[in-house]
């Protein structure tokens, strides 16, 4: 018997996309690609995905393609599920099921395409600095080089010196392997959760003229205190003024904070607090904005935020 080959694996899992689907269009979910102008309907277990995405390399050169994967679906998604029916039934989650839905929401975000653009940039980033910094040292470079071509068994170059220069002159891009972003993303959503699980938490119902709407990068904080110095920049969750949103179905959404006068409870969202949570899920969108309608109000918002999504700074 041969092993099922997963090749399409989920960032975004179909199970909670099916909470946003349009029971007028055969309960597809209506697609909104930041640089389209075309919204389209398709089955929610057929977007959230990329081919390979969580495919690394074993130490003997062969492809895992499944353990990731089969990771999320056996561990995740049924408790997960059960969770949020019981949220959107109206019981508020709390010990265990509290810390396991925190830890969903933190790999919502270190497991989205977003989250991963930025680990890589980041990382190509410092090693290149890193790299150029080592390269000041001509006595050091040199004797750095020898040491790894020891080690690893290989000559790198003839001339070290031209190598030098080179790296001097960045005139090139560093791409960062899969594995690195692989080994690490699970642990950090995880550690993320633990944070998030003692945040003060409100779940927000939706309106009878705006229903929520989701992404490829549902989880979103930022901090909206008029001394933040910007929308996206310098904002982590520990930030005692940040706001987290999380849409959990079209009918209700997750808003997280540390302020002490948010009491944890359910709370009938007016259009303006569901217009704002929707507009932070499009902001927050690597790609893909996910709906429950189509709409050309919809459409114009997803223009309007088509080149903006959170970003690190690297210094």
Same mark, same amino acid.
């Given at each position: 018997?041969?092993?099922?080959?997963?090749?399409?694996?989920?960032?975004?899992?179909?199970?909670y996309l099916r909470g946003f689907?349009?029971?007028?269009?055969?309960?597809?979910?209506?697609?909104?690609n930041k640089g389209s102008n075309n919204p389209f309907c398709e089955k929610p277990e057929n977007i959230g995905l990329e081919k390979h995405y969580h495919t690394f390399e074993n130490l003997d050169g062969s492809k895992d393609t499944n353990t990731i994967e089969d990771y999320f679906c056996h561990v995740?998604?049924?408790?997960?599920?059960?969770?949020?029916?019981?949220?959107?039934?109206?019981?508020?989650?709390?010990g265990d099921d509290r810390k396991f839905f925190a830890s969903f929401l933190g790999l919502s975000f270190t497991r989205s395409p977003n989250h991963r653009a930025n680990v890589d940039y980041a990382t190509a980033q410092m090693l290149k600095s890193f790299s150029q910094f080592s390269a000041t040292n001509q006595e050091y470079f040199v004797q750095s080089l020898k040491d790894y071509e020891y080690k690893m068994g290989e000559k790198l170059t003839d001339d070290p010196e031209e190598l030098r220069q080179y790296i001097l002159e960045g005139r090139y891009d560093v791409k960062v392997t899969p594995e690195l972003y692989l080994k690490m993303f699970i642990s950090h959503g995880i550690q993320l959760g633990l944070v998030i699980a003692k945040m003060k938490w409100a779940f927000i119902r939706a309106t009878d003229r705006f229903s929520f709407l989701t992404s490829d990068n549902p989880f979103f904080f930022h901090d909206p205190s008029p001394s933040s110095?910007?929308?996206?920049?310098?904002?982590?969750?520990?930030n005692e003024n940040v706001e987290v949103t999380f849409p959990i179905s079209k009918e209700l959404a997750l808003i997280a904070t540390w302020k002490d006068s948010m009491t944890e409870m359910y709370?009938?969202? /007016?259009?303006?607090?569901?217009?704002?949570?929707?507009?932070?899920?499009?902001? %927050?969108?690597? #790609?893909?904005?996910? =709906? /429950?309608?189509?709409?050309?109000?919809?459409?114009?918002?997803?223009?309007?935020? %088509?080149?903006? #999504?959170?970003?690190? =700074?690297v210094g």
């Open positions: 018997m041969t092993n099922d080959i997963k090749r399409k694996h989920h960032f975004v899992p179909a199970f689907t349009d029971p007028s269009s055969d309960n597809m979910i209506w697609v909104y995740w998604e049924g408790p997960t599920k059960t969770i949020i029916d019981q949220i959107k039934a109206g019981k508020f989650p709390v110095s910007s929308f996206w920049r310098g904002v982590g969750l520990l709370i009938q969202g /007016s259009h303006e607090l569901a217009r704002t949570i929707n507009r932070c899920s499009v902001a %927050a969108a690597h #790609r893909a904005v996910y =709906a /429950s309608e189509k709409s050309d109000a919809l459409l114009r918002l997803v223009r309007k935020f %088509a080149n903006d #999504r959170p970003t690190v =700074a």
